[in-house]
T-cell receptor
Framework: AQKVTQAQTEISVVEKEDVTLDCVYE???????LFWYKQPPSGELVFLIR??????QNEISGRYSWNFQKSTSSFNFTITASQVVDSAVYFC?????????????FGAGTQVVVTP | DAMVIQNPRYQVTQFGKPVTLSCSQT?????MYWYQQKSSQAPKLLFH???????NEADTPDNFQSRRPNTSFCFLDIRSPGLGDAAMYLC??????????????FGAGTRLSVL
């Protein structure tokens, strides 16, 4: 069965600190996709990244970076030099072939609070 | 810009009074989803459409219905809202939902209050 665990409920940092969000997943499929979404206070879920199970390359996009490790079933997300605008809830999600509709299994989300 | 638009952003209804939330998209995606999100929780899928084919989640209450008159529009109808239905309702779209891994694009949501 699919499962996504985001063990950190809330992380508080001071601006310019780095923050790492953990995501651990479970799936029996060999083909699957992992996602990160950002949900600011306005409510819209904003797509950040998609990674498939065959691509373990880490990725960097500006201040954002992702570390995908199949050996530990983790897909962690780091924000470098955090800013107040990074304050949001971040969701990790998994999609595999268990459901042909590509349904998402979301983690519980991690609230990031960045103070000036 | 192509996008997913939800109206209204805030909706207040009375206990038991039917309410309709709307979603439109300019992405020309063939899959549209409706999610319910309660405070401090992850979004919960209610149902989705693949073109005109409706797919209900097993645990979605009968009180929730949906219509998709064309590719661009999808509606969520709550026939008799209860206090427990107060939540954020999110609409999302994607291409070819039968393939895992399709990115879902979300609207800004409608926050529903039930008095």
């Amino acid at each position: 069965a699919q499962k996504v665990t985001q063990a950190q409920t809330e992380i508080s940092v001071v601006e310019k600190e780095d923050v790492t969000l953990d995501c651990v997943y479970e799936t029996r499929d060999t083909t699957y996709y992992l996602f990160w979404y950002k949900q600011p206070p306005s409510g819209e879920l904003v797509f950040l990244i998609r990674r498939n199970s065959f691509d373990e390359q880490n990725e960097i996009s500006g201040r954002y970076s992702w570390n995908f490790q199949k050996s530990t079933s983790s897909f962690n997300f780091t924000i470098t030099a955090s800013q107040v605008v990074d304050s949001a809830v971040y969701f990790c999600a998994l999609s595999d072939t268990t459901d042909s509709w590509g349904k998402f299994q979301f983690g519980a989300g991690t609230q990031v609070v960045v103070t000036p | 810009d192509a996008m997913v638009i939800q109206n209204p952003r805030y909706q207040v209804t009375q206990f038991g009074k039917p309410v309709t939330l709307s979603c439109s998209q300019t992405l020309n995606h063939n899959v549209m989803y409706w999610y319910q999100q309660k405070s401090s929780q992850a979004p919960k899928l209610l149902f989705h459409y693949y073109d005109k084919d409706f797919n209900n989640e097993a645990d979605t209450p009968d009180n929730f219905q949906s219509r998709r008159p064309n590719t661009s529009f999808c509606f969520l109808d709550i026939r008799s809202p209860g206090l427990g239905d107060a939540a954020m309702y999110l609409c999302a779209t994607s291409t070819k939902g039968w393939l895992a891994g399709n990115i879902q694009y979300f609207g800004a949501g409608t926050r529903l209050s039930v008095l």
